[in-house]
């Protein structure tokens, strides 16, 4: 009897608060241990990474207290962005990274005249100029990619092999449910194989098979390695998504223009993948944010992304026993970037489910 | 001639027989580029390395090899303990991962937050961060072998892994076993029994506890028996280190642990994904039949949700045994450590080891997915 | 205008040097060389002493300092050589592949890598020797107080084998945990997970300064192994396998005939020595029977200095590294490097 009259002397929030937290003696035991485990793990944590690290000097030897040792990246933070990119040179990442990130946020305001046009023309002109602006040449001072490294790396490594793996993975998933069999079969076996062996093995693969299999004198860079066997598996994960995309569109649409006249392409291109691709963003997001993580393996035919260059720094006498400031350090950039991603393609899927009046 | 070129299954075959052509002709320049290569390279070729002494030592071992075998058994090495890692993970991160999925959809708001701060904390970094923090984590954690923790002074714990003692003689074993086997039989026959009858006459029957007894109760007792029907091999401390029994490895546990707990984090979404399909409407409608909200989600909202979570859970079953080759970064002896790595070191046959372990990743990619989609194929909702 | 110059000045120059110098054999490594203007040499990730890259990306140690050589007298520029830093289970492909022109990265020479990687060993620049770090605390004095420890080392190295063999050679039971990169070994070794971290001698005393505390580690001095390592290079391109190997015998009897990079200029001029006179190109046009200068020994020498030199600076009493010269010391002065004589 109590227990009823119970809600009506509790102010609203403190209301809520039981319904959320102790509706039940199980709830409560419940809400207890959480709150016991987040103050064992968020009290040292939080002492460690702020109260008892060490911000300011030049050298480990200014790192007398327990906490972290901050010291250490703002010594090595050039070198976690741009890697050994010559130091006067590095103005031209920022460019290209500026370009990248003004260019984005003009396409996505709704409001920009002929946004279509523009978001094309970007996407033809964007990757050629981040080449020339990162790898140099014509006018530039020539920049080889061995001395690339950190972030930059990573984004790079990513987002090229994504603007590789989005066209070829439509195309897969196009060849996949071809009519014609041949085709259908080559896409499946190119698919289900990319899809079937470990990250490890394609980079692996890449970058020792691939100079080999090319004739005598061709040599591709070995970033460029990296980034078309990245690239592979991840179009091959893309055309899943695409597919799936695909399958969801109901046939009387493709059948409806069929019906108007229109060819196979031109059906695709104006009517099928516009709403395909529309419904397959989340699932591509996602498989980007796996592609940005993996970037991480590269790291094992010696190209020094973030992790790597971390790994580097680590080996550095001078700096000796800085594993979990290293690694917290890229953890937190991987964590941002990817919770980021996935927020966005979130925000895309609602706005999406909005338009679609569900 | 137009005429000809519109017709559909005329330009089917031209587009197909050209795609063809470019396909092999593709195919072909690089085997032809790769073989003139490697013939100027002077590089060995073939597969006959695989007979040779390997010379490799690998330390965390089920099939009894030794470096004197071939690379050959060498190679089956790293197959038993990528299956091994895998299996075991597999099992462990369903779990959590079912767990924390049921967790994030809890009542309790801390509850189902905590849930949702650890599936978003382990999806978004990448796995290599986690392989070598529970790795050298692990390590940090444990004493030396001199101050080892100890176990009624017969399995020991220590920076070098955990000994456990090993029987010197199986034959107890197998008996066990195979009276293990039968009882599960036993019980599964007696399953349907009980529920013919009960569909028949309504009648419950307390299948628990008898598969409590049969299942669990009785194979302990034949395995304890066994047990102490025969000698053991009792880690001891010589030296350094503890000798004798079964070393579990600290690279297995930090790799278990790293892939158990990530793919945990991208099970629990789906486990969510596929709870949250099922209607409303059938909870409620379970309730108004007066189930018990055990009995709701064991036989309304399982069976519905599980067609929804099994194809995207077999990707990430997938997903794990491929990643399991990040145990090559902490020196776990898979097939990637062993053959690609040190093999592939001994003998410079480059081509040829990659082929191989491709193979073999696809095989058991091929294996688990032909597995899930029969399994996917029983339990097959039948609608109307 | 220039570029019919041009044309015109290389037509004759291909005459002139068809008809005046003898017929070379064709050598595409060095073509390749030239027309790229730098040398593509496959270094080892980080080995403080040997290879090792500081944080602006400048290499220093005593296997680059030979490809350095190599570019001085193969381009006259000692700077005109890039590092493509090789992990163990990399370095065999790259090297055929073509994506280097040589590797010069701690490579103990063996007959099976000889007879079947398709590659060629070019002599010795450093006499390696196997042996151990453990703890001090362990209280280990000889390598045969290792039984029943746990050994880190790297996959695929010949340290691999040879701890192997040694032990069961002497039926010891030691536990062998292969790691891919010498750097988690070497971790992996500093976190206990072993007892014992086995290396060569050389690349111990430059892999110690990384453990956490390297004054509670201890190397002993017992060496299990002979591991002589050299540049390598591909099979085929004879004319290119013969400057790799003169260069390096050139820097060797700079030091045995007392030639430094500080008195080479002296030398040059003054020398009456028919060797050093040879070895600096004043006599003879040994360059030109190979295809590079005649300066090739002299730019060597005075841009990066002989062996005796270059040892110093970089694992020597000159180097953090504090190596004695041991076996690496002339065969004059009771050591076992050797070169055939400039003649």
């Not at chain 1, 809520?16 to 035991?29: E, G, I, M, N, V």
């Not at chain 1, 809400?31 to 485990?37: F, H």
């Not at chain 1, 010559?86 to 005249?113: C, Q, Y």
Request: proline residues 4%.
């Amino acid at each position: 009897m109590k227990l009823n009259e119970l809600p009506r002397i509790l102010p609203p929030w403190a209301e809520t608060l039981r319904q959320r937290l102790f509706a039940t003696p199980l709830d409560a035991l419940a809400t207890l241990v959480c709150l016991y485990i987040i103050w064992r793990i968020s009290v040292p944590l939080i002492e460690w990474l702020l109260i008892d690290a060490t911000w300011d000097g030049t050298t480990r030897e200014d790192c007398r207290s327990s906490g972290a040792c901050w010291v250490f990246i703002r010594a090595r933070f050039g070198q976690f962005m741009y890697g050994q990119y010559p130091l006067a040179e590095r103005w031209r990442v920022d460019l290209l990274g500026l370009l990248i990130v003004g260019a984005a946020v003009a396409l996505s305001w709704r409001g920009l005249p002929r946004r279509k046009e523009a978001s094309i023309l970007a996407l033809i002109v964007l990757p050629p100029l981040g080449v020339w602006l990162l790898y140099g040449g014509w006018g530039l001072k020539l920049v080889e990619t061995r001395e690339w490294g950190g972030l930059m790396l990573t984004l790079f490594l990513a987002i090229y092999a994504g603007l590789i793996a989005v066209p070829l993975g439509i195309l897969l998933a196009l060849g996949r449910r071809s009519r014609l069999p041949l085709i259908r079969f080559a896409s499946v076996v190119f698919i289900e194989f990319w899809r079937g062996v470990p990250i490890i093995t394609v980079i692996f693969l890449a970058s020792l098979l691939l100079p080999l299999i090319m004739p005598t004198g061709f040599n591709v860079d070995r970033l460029a390695r990296a980034v078309i066997g990245l690239a592979f598996v991840i179009a091959a994960y893309m055309a899943e998504a695409v597919r799936g995309g695909l399958q969801a569109l109901p046939d009387g649409q493709a059948e409806a223009s069929q019906a108007l006249g229109l060819g196979y392409w031109r059906t695709m291109r104006l009517i099928v993948l516009p709403q395909a691709l529309r419904i397959s963003l989340p699932a591509m997001t996602n498989e980007f944010i796996a592609l940005f993580k993996n970037t991480t393996l590269v790291l094992i035919v010696s190209i020094f992304d973030l992790l790597g260059i971390a790994q580097a720094a680590l080996a550095d006498p001078a700096w000796v026993g800085m594993n979990m400031e290293a690694y917290v350090f890229a953890g937190a950039i991987y964590w941002f970037s990817c919770f980021g991603l996935s927020q966005w393609s979130r925000l895309k899927e609602k706005r999406l489910q909005t338009a679609y009046g569900r | 001639m137009i005429g000809f070129l519109r017709d559909r299954k005329v330009r089917d075959y031209f587009w197909q027989g050209l795609a063809t052509i470019g396909l092999l002709a593709v195919v072909w320049f690089f085997v032809q580029n790769a073989s003139e290569n490697m013939q100027k390279a002077g590089m060995a070729t073939g597969f006959q390395f695989l007979w040779r002494d390997s010379g490799i030592e690998v330390p965390f071992n089920l099939t009894g090899y030794k470096p004197s075998d071939t690379i050959l058994a060498l190679l089956w090495t790293g197959i038993v303990n990528t299956i091994l890692v895998s299996v075991v993970s597999i099992a462990v991160a369903t779990v959590i991962g079912f767990s924390v999925g049921l967790l994030r959809l809890s009542r309790n708001w801390l509850l189902s937050s905590l849930a949702g701060f650890y599936i978003e904390f382990v999806r978004n970094i990448p796995l290599l961060f986690f392989v070598l923090f529970w790795y050298f984590g692990v390590l940090a954690a444990l004493p030396t072998p001199r101050e080892s923790m100890g176990l009624f002074d017969v399995v020991f714990l220590n920076r070098r892994g955990l000994s456990i003692p090993t029987p010197n003689d199986l034959a107890g074993f197998r008996i066990a076993i195979v009276a293990t086997l039968v009882l599960i039989a036993v019980q599964f026959g007696l399953s349907r029994w009980a529920r013919a009858r009960q569909a028949r006459t309504g009648r419950d029957f307390p299948l628990w506890a008898v598969g409590f007894v049969l299942c669990g109760a009785l194979p302990l007792a034949a395995f304890v028996a066994a047990g102490f029907t025969t000698s053991w091999d009792v880690p001891t401390l010589r030296g350094f280190n503890y000798r004798g029994g079964f070393v579990l490895v600290p690279e297995f546990v930090a790799l278990f642990a790293a892939l158990s707990t990530y793919t945990a984090g991208f099970i629990a979404e789906v486990v969510r994904g596929g709870i949250q399909s099922v209607r409303q409407g059938q909870l409620d409608a379970g309730r108004a039949l007066g189930l018990s909200p055990g009995r709701v989600v064991r036989l309304v909202v399982i069976p519905q949700a599980m067609p929804v979570i099994i194809p995207p859970i077999t990707s990430q079953y997938l997903n794990l045994i491929k990643n399991s080759s990040f145990g090559a970064a902490i020196a776990y002896p898979d097939i990637v450590s062993v053959f690609m790595g040190s093999a592939l070191v001994a003998t410079g046959q480059a081509v040829e080891i990659i082929a191989i372990t491709l193979a073999i990743y696809l095989t058991l990619s091929l294996f688990v997915s032909l597995l899930m989609n029969w399994y996917n194929a029983r339990h097959k909702l039948v609608t109307r | 205008m220039r570029v019919f110059a041009s044309a015109v000045s290389a037509a004759f120059f291909v005459v002139a040097s068809s008809a005046g110098a003898q017929q070379l054999a064709p050598s595409p490594t060095l073509d390749a060389i030239k027309a790229r203007g730098h040398i593509e040499c496959g270094v080892h990730l980080g080995l403080p002493g040997f290879s090792f890259a500081n944080d602006k990306g400048e290499w220093t140690g005593l296997d680059v300092d030979y490809c350095k050589s190599l570019a001085a007298a193969v381009l006259g520029d000692a700077t005109k050589v890039k590092f493509t830093p090789t992990s163990v289970q990399q370095r065999w492909a790259v090297l055929q592949s073509g994506q280097v022109d040589l590797l010069s990265r701690n490579t103990t020479i063996t007959f099976s890598r000889n007879a079947t990687l398709g590659v060629n060993f070019q002599g010795i620049n450093f006499y390696e020797g196997q042996t151990f770090v453990v703890r001090t605390k362990a209280k280990v004095a000889a390598v045969k107080d290792l039984a029943d420890a746990t050994i880190c080392v790297a996959a695929g190295s010949t340290e691999e084998k040879m701890a192997a063999d040694w032990f069961r050679e002497r039926n010891l039971k030691v536990t062998i945990i292969n790691f891919q990169k010498n750097d988690d070994a070497i971790s992996a070794y500093d976190q206990g997970r072993c007892d014992a971290y086995t290396a060569g001698i050389g690349a111990l005393a430059g892999q110690r300064i990384k453990f956490k505390n390297p004054e509670e580690h201890q190397i002993l001095s017992e060496i299990i192994s002979n591991d002589p390592q050299g540049p390598v290079t591909r099979w085929g391109d004879e004319r290119w396998q013969l400057i790799v190997r003169w260069v390096l015998n050139g820097t060797i009897a700079a030091e045995a005939l007392g030639v430094t990079s500080k008195n080479v200029d002296e030398m040059k001029a003054k020398s009456a020595n028919s060797e050093v006179r040879r070895l600096l190109g004043v006599e003879g046009k040994f360059g030109e029977m190979m295809g590079i200068s005649n300066d090739w020994m002299f730019n060597a020498i005075k841009q990066v200095g002989n062996y005796g030199e270059s040892y110093e600076r970089t694992v020597g009493m000159g180097s953090p590294l504090k190596l004695p010269r041991g076996a690496n010391q002339l065969w004059t002065k009771g050591g076992l490097l050797f070169t055939p004589p400039f003649q």
